[in-house]
């Protein structure tokens, strides 16, 4: 279902998006808006195709049809380079050189702004200083990236791409290897990014309790179509959810703060 939020105050516009990979269809005529000072989570069943979108947006995988809009400007065909100003991507894991310092890991994320000698400036290592301070690593800066835990590594991978210094931010499924307790602080600190630094950020989640918590807007993908698009409440529902995950649940109002929590049937 395409979306009808007019386009001030966002960032992030993807319109009538297609895409396919290993010649299968996987997405759709999928539209989507990803305000600014939010967390837009994308959700949906295994094979929904939400890691084809953040690749299709993030311009690792070339859409067949549709137009990605930052910004008010048309990135769809802009050369990674171009695109690496304006969105950054957080990736599940796996992504960060063991041999490096966290530091120098993070420093990674201002290559977009280096001259040709790829030396970094004074702007490069205070960009890079405030990334670790927000995501709370700067006391592992000058640890080995292969020494830290998961959390750890995820938080590294989330100051890279904040030390990007980009308008949007992408996150695949970046709890899918944390325990809950590191799911929850990572989900809490991301909410608080968005808010407090006017982020416009897109994640692919798969906890639907979690994104209820953490998230302003949730996109619900079902078959490579865009089935639901609202609020926590409007999304996630029981219809909603037993066409989509084709699973019968109840959903029940969390005491404390009002938002839905989602129990499967018995």
């Known amino acids: 279902m395409p979306e ?6 966002l960032a992030l516009h993807i319109q009538h998006l297609t895409a396919a990979y290993n010649g299968c269809l996987v997405l759709e005529n999928v539209s989507l808006d990803v305000p600014v000072g939010q967390v837009t989570a994308l959700i949906g ?3 929904a195709g939400k890691t084809t979108l953040i690749r299709a947006v993030s311009g ?4 067949k049809a549709g137009r990605i809009m930052v910004n008010g400007r048309d990135i769809t065909h802009l050369p990674p380079e171009k695109r690496a100003c304006l969105l950054a991507v957080a990736p599940q894991s796996g992504n960060l050189p063991g041999e490096f310092s966290v530091y120098q890991a993070v420093m990674m994320g201002r290559t977009p702004y280096l001259g040709w000698l790829g030396y970094p400036g004074k702007r490069d290592h205070e960009k890079t200083l405030h990334a670790l301070e927000l995501t709370e690593t700067a006391h592992l800066a000058r640890r080995r990236v ?3 835990s998961g959390g750890e590594q995820q ?4 100051a890279r791409a904040l030390a990007q210094e980009t308008p949007v931010l992408l996150l695949d499924e970046p709890t899918t290897y944390l325990d809950l307790h590191h799911q929850v602080t990572f989900l809490q600190l991301v909410h608080r990014l968005a808010h407090q630094n006017n982020l416009a950020i897109l994640a692919a989640l798969h906890d639907l309790n979690l ?3 953490y998230a302003d807007r949730v996109a619900l993908l079902s078959n490579g179509r865009l089935e639901a698009v609202g609020s ?4 996630l529902t029981p219809a909603n959810i037993q066409r989509a ?3 019968a649940v109840r959903v029940i109002t969390h005491p404390k703060n009002g938002l839905p929590l989602i129990l499967p049937e018995a």
Do not use: I, W
């Not at 690792?60 to 859409?63: E, F, G």
């Not at 938080?155 to 989330?158: H, K, N």
């Open 4 to 9: 009808t939020q007019t386009s001030m105050g």
């Open 45 to 47: 069943p295994n094979g």
């Open 60 to 63: 690792t995988l070339k859409p």
């Open 146 to 148: 292969a020494s830290l």
């Open 155 to 158: 938080r590294v991978l989330l």
């Open 211 to 213: 994104t209820s918590l």
């Open 232 to 235: 926590p409440a409007e999304t």
């Open 245 to 247: 995950y084709r699973l």
